[in-house]
Each structure stands twice: as structure tokens, then as C-alpha cells.
């Protein structure tokens, strides 16, 4: 768990200072601070507006806390990655994360999440958002709010090159590595019934389960992402499924993506299902898409 405070050096009255300031020290604080600066237009007044705006109970709880406590990870560059000498979190989300909190004059907490326990710490109270590259779907959107997409990303399998497979017919009696939670094994099942590769006559997209599917290609569940990579190493799977930008992490000599990429996976800002925060965060989400500040976050993460 990692706080950190910006509103010392981000103020609104001293944001372009602090941009400059930034951008000649370089860094993702540069990037954070120059997107802060170009999206004044649709949040410029900072934590003056959160102060001086109607507030709903759930947001203004945050507020009088004095902290915005967000769920991320840890080991996805790009998105979200700590410093294991710094303990710093550096990427997309974190910087969406603390531009959130500078608009409502608060401080950041940052708590690393899995796929696994994501939810739970969001149902339970202990965050209050989660930005961990979590895929919006129609059954998850029944017990969390998502806020517009901020990010769309695809599925794929990574592979160790001695095994010789190339695509999605090679990964048939195979076994893959999938995260813990994860909506990666339907997504293959569904990409290689579409292919061709499966019948689907044993295919129900609502009860597929992970642990029990074994027609044509069987999975084992890992608790997070260096685990798989470990397993696809040992020869325990032969295929390590996830969303491609997570993918590239692990991409490493002598491993290559197979020849598709499936299920587009678009990644929203969760918070509890009808709380008054979820509205205050789809509308910065949309005002940072609109004025191309996501964008530059993304070509400043290395995403485009």
C-alpha cells in the first residue's frame, strides 16, 4: 500500500510551473503533469471545484477522509507498475488515479490488487476505485458501476517457440495459464469455437468455467502474471493467456504470440454499484477523452 501526495506541487494556480518543472526532469511525473495541464479545460479548477460543488454523500465521504483509496497493480508496465526500491507506481492507471484525487483536493492511497481480489476489496469497502486493467462486461457491470472506457486492448496466447505452436489449432488438447478471475479462458474457448478449432456444442458463455472445461483445451488458474510466466517456462502450460499489452511484459527471447488476437477487452474505471462517485468519475474519464489527455497518457506510457 503506497499514499502519495500531489496536491503540494499540482495546485491549479501553479499547474503549468510544475508541468515545465517536471517535463525537464522527465519521467511518468512529467507525463502525468503535462496531461494535467492540457486537460484544465474540463477540470482546471482542481480541488477548488470539488470544494465548491455539490457533492454526493458517497463522493464527499471521500473528500472528508481526505484520501482516495484506488485498487491497482503492480507488475503491468504501462498500466500500473511499483518500484520494488522506490515503492512508486508508475503508469496509465496510477496516473488516472492521482488526477482523480487532484481534482477532489484529496490524497491517493494505492493498494496492489489481482483479478482475484479486485471485487472483493471493492465490495468490502477497502478501496473506493479500481483502475486494474479490469475488462467491462455485461455480468460484471450487474454488481460494479464502469465508467466510459479509457483503454481497449485485445486477448491473445503467448508461447514458448520450441513448442512449435503458431495459432489457434495449435492449442488444441494444450493446457494454458489464465489469471485467477480472469475472463481469458472463455474469451480462447470462444475464439477457437469461432475458429473452428471447437465444436461449442458443450459452450454456454454464462456458466463457462475455467476449472472444469476440459473439451479441447484445459486451463490452470494462477494467482497473478509472473506465476504463469514461470509455469509456461517449466512446460507446466503451454500457452499463457491475457490481454496483449500484459502479454508484452513477458514477451521475452525466445517466446512469440500466436497469430490471434480476440475479444476486445476495454478497460473502465469500477466503483460500487450506484454510488454518486461513479458518475463524478465517467464524467472526468469523458472530459480526459475528449480533450486528449488519456490520449497523450497512453502514447506516454508506451500503449499506443
Keep these: 500500500m503506497k499514499k502519495i501526495s500531489r496536491r503540494d506541487f499540482l495546485k491549479v494556480t501553479g499547474l503549468v510551473g510544475a508541468a515545465a518543472a517536471l517535463t525537464a526532469c522527465g519521467g511518468s511525473a512529467s507525463s502525468t503533469a503535462a496531461s494535467m ?7 482546471a479548477t482542481g480541488s477548488a471545484a470539488a ?14 477522509r481526505g484520501v482516495l483509496k484506488v485498487g491497482v497493480k503492480n507488475a503491468v508496465k504501462g498500466f500500473s507498475f511499483q518500484d520494488t526500491l522506490t515503492g512508486e507506481y508508475k503508469g496509465l492507471e496510477d496516473s488516472l488515479a492521482e488526477m482523480i ?34 475488462t467491462i462486461t455485461e455480468e460484471r457491470k450487474k454488481t460494479w458501476d464502469f465508467s466510459t ?16 505452436i503458431k495459432g489457434l489449432a495449435d492449442l488444441k488438447d494444450k493446457v ?7 475472463t ?15 465444436d461449442g456444442a458443450n459452450f454456454d458463455a454464462d456458466t463457462f468455467n475455467a476449472d472444469t472445461w476440459k473439451d479441447g483445451i484445459s486451463f490452470r488458474q494462477y494467482d497473478d502474471y509472473p506465476a504463469i510466466s514461470t509455469a509456461l517456462s517449466a512446460g507446466e502450460v503451454q500457452g499463457f493467456c491475457v490481454d496483449k499489452s500484459i502479454l508484452a511484459i513477458y514477451k521475452t527471447e525466445g517466446r512469440s504470440y500466436i497469430d490471434a488476437e480476440f475479444s476486445p477487452q ?12 461513479s458518475t463524478l468519475c465517467d464524467d472526468l474519464v469523458k472530459g480526459w477523452l475528449a480533450d486528449g489527455t488519456i490520449e497523450q497518457l497512453i502514447k506516454d506510457n508506451g500503449l499506443d
Design 266 to 277: 476495454e478497460y473502465g474505471v469500477a466503483t460500487k454499484k450506484g454510488s454518486d462517485f
Design 51 to 64: 470544494s465548491t460543488a455539490a457533492l454526493g454523500a458517497d463522493t464527499q465521504a471521500i473528500v472528508d
Design 184 to 198: 481469458s479462458a472463455r474469451a480462447l474457448v470462444k475464439a477457437m469455437i469461432d475458429e473452428g478449432v471447437l
Design 176 to 182: 494454458v495459464g489464465v489469471s485467477s478471475g480472469s
Design 37 to 43: 495541464a492540457s486537460s484544465t479545460a474540463s477540470s
Design 101 to 134: 484525487a487532484e481534482h477532489l483536493g484529496v490524497d491517493v492511497e494505492f493498494t496492489t490488487v489481482t483479478a482475484a481480489t479486485r471485487g472483493e476489496l471493492l465490495d468490502s469497502g477497502d478501496i473506493d476505485a479500481v483502475l486494474a486493467t479490469f
Design 149 to 164: 472506457p479509457y483503454y481497449t486492448d485485445y486477448v491473445s496466447v503467448l508461447v514458448e517457440d520450441s513448442t512449435g
